[in-house]
């Protein structure tokens, strides 16, 4: 098994910065990719940014790319999501998600793709 943990998530004005730290606990050995995802109330939960094992490769969501860089150190067992540019639209509850599943990469934009989720911590971003 494998616990997730977020922090940094709060109050930012549009146009601010926001990074995101999500910390893995457990079985670290065995994750692959990891991944961010957000909801807004009243709606489904969406892909933002997810990372190889490695950290080699990326993938984003249209709307946050240019804008959020994702990234991890595997040897602190976390991952990271810078924010910058924040627009209202970004406010949501950010969840960080972790897999080990030895597949290749891929697009894993789904939640579907994703076996561990933390508990989400909020990002606000005022007009």
């Known amino acids: 098994q494998v616990q997730l943990a977020e922090s940094g998530g709060g109050l930012v004005q549009a146009g601010g910065s926001l990074k995101l730290s999500c910390v893995a606990s457990?079985?670290?050995?065995?994750?692959?990719?990891m991944g961010w995802f957000r909801q807004a109330p009243g709606k489904e939960r969406e892909f933002v940014a997810a990372?190889?094992?490695?950290?080699?490769?990326?993938l984003y969501a249209h709307s946050v790319k240019g804008r959020f860089t994702i990234s991890r150190d595997n040897a602190e067992n976390s991952e990271y999501l810078q924010m910058n540019s924040l627009k209202p639209d970004d406010t949501a509850v950010y969840y960080c998600a972790a897999d080990d599943s030895p597949r290749y990469f891929g697009t894993p934009a789904s939640t579907f793709d994703y076996k561990y989720w933390g508990q989400g911590t909020q990002v606000t971003v005022s007009s």
């Open positions: 990372i190889s094992r490695g950290g080699g490769t990326t």
């Open positions: 457990g079985r670290t050995d065995d994750i692959s990719f």
